[in-house]
């Protein structure tokens, strides 16, 4: 059954330097998420990425954060100064249709992000 | 705003019984509602979904949910728990046409006992 894969799946860092978390989403899917879950709270969005380029973002996606779809298969997150705050598990997501039609989004397993 | 309630942070039910849990949501347009399941160190595992149509969806692991509008509930039920059902489950809401973000619930951690 094809899967979200996502690494590493732990990460740890110091503050101020730049991370990228790595993704692979499902092969046919055509959108692709990142959310977080901060230990012990909800998971939230971050944005969403549609025909190479963002189509929403939260308030928690600031300038310190970027994605990208550098190659056919793979959805990179990138954390340029990373922040304590920024501690989470980041899981990535992708669904197989556009726009706002009614087909889930599958998850990968998380990467585990700890800065120092 | 879209918002999902979970006001359960844990339920506890023993093996063979019923289970319920619960999910309350708020949306402005028409709400896709979706629960998913989180194993111990592993990802979100899509449950089951409701967009329209019949309010009792039938997901996996025999899980089963029902949409109520005027109650705007989307509870989540399985007829007879298993110890492996075991896990945290989270309720999320997209706001029909409106955006495509999932909105969350805070999760709710089943613990089925032998």
């Known amino acids: 059954e094809p899967e979200v894969t996502q690494t590493p799946s732990h990460q740890v860092t110091q503050m101020g330097q730049e991370v990228i978390l790595r993704c692979v989403p499902i092969?046919?899917?055509?959108?692709f998420y990142w959310y977080r879950q901060i230990l012990g709270q909800k998971v939230e969005f971050l944005v969403s990425?549609?025909?190479?380029?963002?189509?929403?973002k939260s308030e928690i996606f600031d300038d310190q954060f970027s994605v990208e779809r550098p190659d056919g298969s793979n959805f990179t997150l990138k954390i340029r100064s990373t922040k304590l705050e920024d501690s989470a598990m980041y899981f990535c997501?992708?669904?197989?249709?556009?726009?706002?039609?009614?087909?889930?989004?599958?998850f990968g397993q998380g990467t585990r992000l700890t800065v120092v | 705003a879209q918002s999902v309630a979970q006001p359960e942070d844990q339920v506890n039910v023993a093996e063979g019984n019923p289970l319920t849990v619960k999910c309350t949501y708020s949306?402005?347009?028409?709400?896709?509602l979706f629960w998913y399941v989180q194993y111990p160190n592993r990802g979100l595992q899509f449950l089951l979904k409701?967009?329209?149509?019949?309010?009792l969806v039938k997901g996996s692991y025999g899980f089963e949910a029902e949409f109520n509008k005027s109650q705007t509930s989307f509870h989540l039920k399985k007829p007879s728990a298993l110890v492996s059902d075991s896990a945290l489950y989270f309720c999320?809401?997209?706001?029909?046409?409106?955006?495509?973000?999932?909105?969350f619930g805070t999760g709710t951690r089943l613990q089925v006992f032998p």
């Open positions: 409701y967009i329209t149509g019949d309010n």
């Open positions: 990425f549609y025909n190479n380029e963002i189509s929403e």
């Open positions: 997501a992708s669904r197989v249709e556009g726009g706002v039609a009614n087909t889930e989004a599958f």
């Open positions: 092969s046919n899917h055509l959108y």
């Open positions: 999320a809401v997209r706001d029909g046409r409106n955006t495509d973000k999932l909105i």
């Open positions: 949306v402005s347009g028409n709400p896709y």
